[in-house]
């Protein structure tokens, strides 16, 4: 094995450890009573929160193009696999197999509508395809906020309308209520089911970024032109990485429906992916460890801060500022180089 290699497993192995270690400390203080109420319920979320952040560096860092539309994928995502668990919930009672089966189809759900919208998407570059996925996101919140759907034992009932229109039976159910969304999903989302998806997406994501696919795409960002002369099918590989972080995008949105005792499309406004891509550009571009602590950090500062309300949004300013300075200032990457550069040369040495 090259020292390359062994620096990247290295690398990835920490990656996987640090994740591993919070969460064996946030179980440690739950189990002594160390951990507020508060806290306690932005444990999902977190998880939800580092799971979109990672997917979408794998297409804004990773491939090099500008997404603004990963809300809209994790919308499909929430509402695929609230529905199917909002429809299973008295034939499947297995409550771990209903949310591992939701898992499943929220991912292949967003996979169907990343591959469907990536073919024409991709064609764009920079600006204009930012623009076209803010787009997308925004239509598929609205299309959801239209749709009433109910079941009764004639099947299912679909309006545009209102719920009055659906022409149910009495004891028909109610399972998508136009711009009241989804009410009742089981809420089988747990920290340990959070942890879980979260190191599937760092291992699916990591992999990726090591494989030939990943550097094929890599090669497709740093230069397009040269990529496409050695033969490298540039739509190939660029939908593949749109599709694989649409596709964890939608069980982020899984695990975000199933803690919520309402799902409701405006949630997933634009102002959620651009909180997502404030994860990825302050964590780093093409760096999926940083994106993991920007997203913890950035998420549960400003409940951290909460008492301190007359200087808690002042302190989570200075902190946005203090770690973009250290991600992209020239002298901190200087730093970074000569410090961890040295300690991960002293690994690789060590493995030998």
Not at 252 to 279: E, R
């Amino acid at each position: 094995m090259t020292g390359m290699k062994k620096k990247k497993l290295i690398s990835n192995f920490i990656t996987y450890g640090i994740v591993i270690i919070a969460f064996i400390i946030v179980q440690i203080m739950q189990s002594t009573g160390n951990l507020s109420s508060m806290m306690t319920g932005l444990l999902v979320p977190l998880c939800v929160y580092v799971v979109l952040a990672v997917s979408l560096n794998l297409v804004v860092g990773i491939s090099g193009e500008l997404s603004l539309g990963h809300a809209g994928f994790m919308c499909i995502g929430a509402f695929a696999g609230a529905f199917f668990s909002k429809c299973t919930q008295n034939t499947i009672t297995v409550g771990g197999l209903r949310f591992f089966l939701a898992f499943l189809i929220g991912a292949a759900f967003a996979a169907l509508f990343g591959l469907l919208i990536g073919i024409p998407v991709l064609r764009l570059k920079g600006d204009y395809l930012a623009i076209v996925t803010l787009a997308f996101g925004e239509i598929i919140k609205n299309v959801i906020n239209v749709f009433y759907v109910g079941v009764d034992s004639h099947g299912v009932h679909v309006s545009m309308k209102d719920q009055f229109s659906l022409g149910m039976e009495p004891d028909g159910m109610l399972i998508l209520n136009g711009p009241q969304g989804i009410t009742g999903t089981p809420k089988d989302a747990s920290f340990l089911a959070g942890i879980i998806l979260i190191l599937v997406t760092l291992f699916v994501v990591l992999n990726l970024i090591d494989s030939r696919d990943g550097r094929a795409i890599k090669s497709i960002r740093d230069n397009r032109i040269a990529a496409e002369s050695i033969g490298i099918n540039i739509t190939k590989y660029k939908l593949m990485a749109f599709t694989v972080s649409a596709a964890l995008a939608g069980a982020a949105g899984s695990l975000y429906a199933h803690n919520l005792a309402t799902l409701q499309a405006k949630k997933f406004d634009y102002n959620l992916s651009i909180l997502a891509l404030v994860f990825v550009v302050l964590g780093g571009i093409g760096n999926i460890r940083g994106s993991v602590i920007a997203a913890v950090v950035l998420t549960a500062l400003p409940e951290l801060l909460r008492d301190m309300a007359e200087y808690r949004m002042l302190i989570y300013a200075i902190v946005l500022i203090v770690m973009m300075i250290f991600n992209w200032a020239p002298k901190a990457l200087e730093w970074r180089e000569r410090y961890l550069g040295r300690f991960f040369r002293k690994s690789v040495k060590e493995g030998k």
